[in-house]
């Protein structure tokens, strides 16, 4: 234990309330975090228990066709909604943020938003039309798109719902996954809709791109022009294997960076126009209404924004000693150069380790370590992107935005955590 005691003491504290020198990650492993674990699997002598467990005794199953995870980590479920008779099909389900780790969401617990449920599209009869303000209409098959050349890109997803309950004058019981579960990062992999524009051939008076779902929604958006031509997909595959239904399958638009929304699922129709089509979720939806109740349309890159995903909302701090506070950051505009971490609740701040890569338009992952000495605390992060936007706090962003709307929230979280080490959602 002395051993244990004089290698805390000389951790370095960087920022008020616990917070240690990032460097100290790689000194820490079992040391700290992992000391109950470490004891327990040691016999008294330090060496090795003697019994052979039963997985190690025989040969499990062969190979399979199609993987499957452990049973032992099914507890990580996207939690969906409950169903609406009104709204068949409607709704969504939220990625367990607080699982996860790293930026990949595996496809399984990407979330979910439906306006009208998943459709069943047989790709063999399922077309995508390029047609308005063109020179060439164009239809496609499914197969067709398969010839073309691809890229592929670790892009974030999120709507703009998202964290949407932060808005309100009361902060909610939640957890990571239920304020900020919609949120999702997977290596997308398409055609570049510049590419399928460029064959049509662009009439010079267009200006808009209408993009179509072939869902009962028929859910629409309309995309400038100049953001069309950039770095929008056509996605076929998402990690690897073909979008899955509940993200489009065969094929969806893919707008890197911008609300969720935009990025029309189930895409059949692409139509060239001067003006923007008007479609309901960029007019009664998706839109953010300001203090004088006039309503911002295109509202289309999300802000700068992190999140601490452990320790967060409804987990219980069962020991004192060193955690590693950790968490996920993006920006619609850039990618993640900085991500403070503060205990305090703002009063200091130290920067945690970026832990992944740093690209345009992706989740990043963060860590710093903490040491809880059982006291009360405040635990909140702030990002910085490539560009300089800084991630504000709650009370900034209601300043500057006012409290009228339901869309892009982007504000600091608060997770306050209790003396009895219970965390949960505040308003710092
Ligand atoms: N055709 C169609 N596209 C759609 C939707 C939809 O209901 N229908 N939902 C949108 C919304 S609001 C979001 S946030 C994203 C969600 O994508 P995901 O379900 O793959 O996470 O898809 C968008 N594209
Ligand atoms: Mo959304």
Known sequence: MTDKTNSLEKLEHVAGNGLINRRHLLGLGLSSAGMAVASSVLAADNSLPLEIPRWSRQPGPGASGYGSRSSHTEYMQRTAGNPNPIYPGGGSSRSPLQHLQGTITPNSLHFERHHAGVPDIDPSLHKLVINGLVKQPLVFSYEDLLKYPMVSKIYFLECSGNSGSLWGANAADGSAQSIHGLVSCAEWTGIPLSTLLDEAGVEPQAQWVSAVGADAASMGRSVPLNRAMDDVLVALFQNGEPVRPEQGYPMRLFVPGCEGNISVKWLTQIKLSREPSQFRDETSKYTD??????????????????????????????????????????????????????????????????????SEKALARFRIPWQWSGGSAVLQSRATDSRGNVQPSRSALIAEKGSLGRYHFHGIQSWSVSTSGEVSNVYA
Do not use: C, N
Not at 325 to 354: H, K, P, Y
């Open 289 to 358: 209404t300001r203090p004088d109740r006039l309503s911002a349309q295109f509202t289309l890159p999300m802000g700068t924004k992190s999140l601490i995903t452990s320790p967060s909302g409804q987990m219980a701090l069962e020991r004192q000693g060193v955690y590693q506070v950790t968490g996920i950051a993006w920006s619609g505009r850039g990618s993640i150069r900085r991500v403070e971490v503060s205990a305090d609740g703002g009063q200091t701040w130290a920067d945690a380790r970026i832990e992944s890569h740093q």
